[in-house]
C-alpha cells in the first residue's frame, strides 16, 4: 500500500491514538507527509490590547493580582486555545497535543504546517514586547442552522440568505434523505428544548466561515503568500498555593 500526502485539520483536543498512529508514520521510510492546519493555535492574547495597538505592550504583571476573575483567567486561569478541549482530562489532552509537536519536531521534512488565523473578532496575535503585532481577521460569517438557516452576520447579508436557501432547496430536491441528518442540525430537540451539547453552537452558530477558508486553503501554499511564524510553547504550572498568594500580595 502505497502512502499518500495526509491532512490533518486541528481544531481542538487530538486523540491519543491518532498521534500515536501519526508517530509510527513518521518512522516508516514509506510513511506519508502531512499537512497541519492549526484552526486555534494557542497564541491568543493573554491580556487586555486596545483594538488599535499596533505595537505588543508589555505584560502586565498587575493582572495576576487582580480582583476582576476575568483578567485573572486571562493571565493564567485557562489555556486560551480550543486545544484544551476534548472528553480526556486537561492534562492529558495537553499532553497528546505536546507529544504531536515532539513528533512534528522530530520529523520536519514529513510536515506541512499552517494556521489559518481566524478569530471571533478582529485582533492581532502576541509578538516579542514592542514588535509590530500580526493582524488577524474576524470571521465575518455567523450562521444558526435549523428547519432554516438564520444568517445573523455576513458581509452581504441578503446574498448569504439567498445561498443558504437555495442550499436547502436542492438538498430537498436531490437527496432529501441527507437534509436532516447533514444540513438541518437545529439546537432545539424534537421538544424545542435547547440542547446542552450544542450550547457553543447556540451562542456563536457554525464554523461555516472556517470550513470555507480551508477550501478556499486548498491550493498551493505559494499561492496563499502565507506568513512564516516561530512559535515557542511553554506551559506553567502554577500551584494554588502560589497563586493564592500573588492574589494577597
Excluded at 2 to 26: E, F, P, R
Excluded at 69 to 83: H, K, M, Q, T, Y
Excluded at 135 to 143: K, N
Excluded at 206 to 226: G, H, K
Aim: with cysteine; proline share 9%.
Amino acid at each position: 500500500l502505497a502512502w499518500a500526502n495526509m491532512a490533518l485539520w486541528l481544531l481542538s483536543g487530538l486523540c491519543a491514538k491518532q498521534v500515536d498512529d501519526i508517530t509510527a508514520a513518521c518512522r516508516r521510510e514509506d510513511g506519508p507527509r502531512f499537512v497541519v492546519l492549526e484552526q486555534a493555535q494557542p497564541a491568543w492574547q493573554s491580556m487586555e490590547v486596545a483594538k488599535d495597538a499596533e505595537v505588543q505592550p508589555p505584560w502586565d504583571p498587575a493582572e495576576l493580582t487582580s480582583s476582576d476573575a476575568a483578567a485573572l483567567d486571562r493571565g493564567f486561569g485557562a489555556e486560551p486555545s480550543n486545544v484544551r478541549s476534548g472528553e480526556a482530562p486537561y492534562p492529558e489532552t495537553l499532553d497528546t497535543y505536546m507529544r504531536l509537536q515532539e513528533a512534528i519536531a522530530e520529523h520536519p521534512e514529513r510536515f506541512e504546517y499552517l494556521c489559518p488565523a481566524v478569530a471571533r473578532e478582529d485582533s492581532a496575535l502576541p509578538v516579542p514586547v514592542g514588535a509590530p503585532m500580526l493582524r488577524i481577521s474576524g470571521r465575518p460569517l455567523q450562521v444558526f442552522p435549523g428547519e432554516a438557516y438564520e444568517i445573523r452576520r455576513a458581509l452581504d447579508k441578503p446574498r448569504a440568505e439567498a445561498a443558504f436557501t437555495r442550499l436547502l432547496e436542492v438538498s430537498w430536491a436531490s437527496a432529501p434523505e441527507t437534509v436532516y441528518p447533514e444540513l438541518c442540525q437545529a439546537a432545539l430537540d424534537d421538544d424545542g428544548r435547547e440542547r446542552a451539547q450544542l450550547a457553543t453552537i447556540v451562542k456563536y452558530g457554525t464554523n461555516l466561515p472556517d470550513v470555507m477558508l480551508l477550501a478556499m486553503a486548498a491550493r498551493p501554499v505559494e499561492s496563499l503568500a502565507p506568513a512564516a511564524i516561530i512559535r515557542r510553547l511553554a506551559i506553567v504550572d502554577l500551584a494554588p498555593e502560589t497563586q493564592q498568594a500573588a492574589q494577597a500580595a
